[in-house]
């Protein structure tokens, strides 16, 4: 079955500073791979999706994250926080036929330190 | 254009009563999921509707939890009788398709509080 693992269930940065949110997939074959952000008391949004189209993928609100085989990751990444970033990362995977059937992560909860 | 709308927003019950909660998907979305969020945890699929069928439901605890999308368009999901351990924020999903490169549009969840 497919399942990621997030490294770091909480992560603070500086405002201003590189974020780093972790995520290690398992998987025979390359999947399909997702990151969604939950503001509190909201439903998610997605910020990304790979599709083996590139392995570096640009999101929303200046995310964008890099598909490694080798290392079986997808980490998400933006140069400088900022205080509106601060919410919880979903890292999610899914098969790439038939329905789409998402496989959610734990989470990172990230903290912007002003 | 419209989100996913659900309600209500948050419920409190006592163990063994029964609660249900309803989700209207964006227009014109074939696909509808429901999923089960636990603190700390991530979303945990429960259900998935294409249209009125019901394509995958292996995660749904079937002695206890119902769901019914009779015309294909709006969901209601039940649990009857509740626990404490399904005491969770019950977030409903829908997308165009359900291929699987859609993007899912999350509505607001039901915070669901059993005592």
């Known amino acids: 079955a497919q399942s990621v693992t997030q490294l770091g269930s909480h992560v603070s940065v500086s405002e201003g500073a590189l974020v780093l949110l972790r995520c290690n997939y398992s998987s025979s074959v390359p999947p399909y791979l997702f990151w969604y952000v939950q503001y509190p008391n909201q439903g998610l949004q997605l910020l990304l999706k790979?599709?083996?189209?590139?392995?570096l993928v640009k999101g929303i609100n200046g995310f964008e994250a890099e598909f490694k085989k080798s290392e079986t990751s997808f980490h998400l990444t933006k140069p400088s926080a900022h205080m509106s970033d601060a919410a919880e990362y979903f890292c999610a995977v899914s098969d790439t036929g038939g329905y789409q059937k998402v496989t959610f992560g734990t989470g990172t909860k990230l903290q912007v330190i002003p | 254009e419209a989100g996913v709308a659900q309600s209500p927003r948050y419920k409190i019950i006592e163990k063994r009563q029964s609660v249900a909660f309803w989700c209207n998907p964006i227009?014109?979305?074939?696909?509808l999921y429901w999923y089960q969020q636990i603190l700390g945890q991530g979303p945990k699929l429960l259900i998935q509707f294409q249209n009125n069928g019901v394509v995958d439901d292996s995660q749904l605890p079937k002695d206890r939890f119902s769901a019914e999308r009779l015309k294909g368009v709006d969901s209601t999901l039940k649990i009857q009788p509740a626990k404490l351990e399904d005491s969770a924020v019950y977030l409903c999903?829908?997308?165009?398709?359900?291929?699987?490169?859609?993007?899912?549009?999350f509505g607001p969840g039901t915070r669901l509080l059993v005592l």
């Open positions: 227009s014109g979305h074939a696909t």
């Open positions: 790979y599709t083996s189209a590139a392995t």
């Open positions: 999903a829908s997308s165009l398709a359900g291929g699987p490169l859609e993007t899912q549009y």
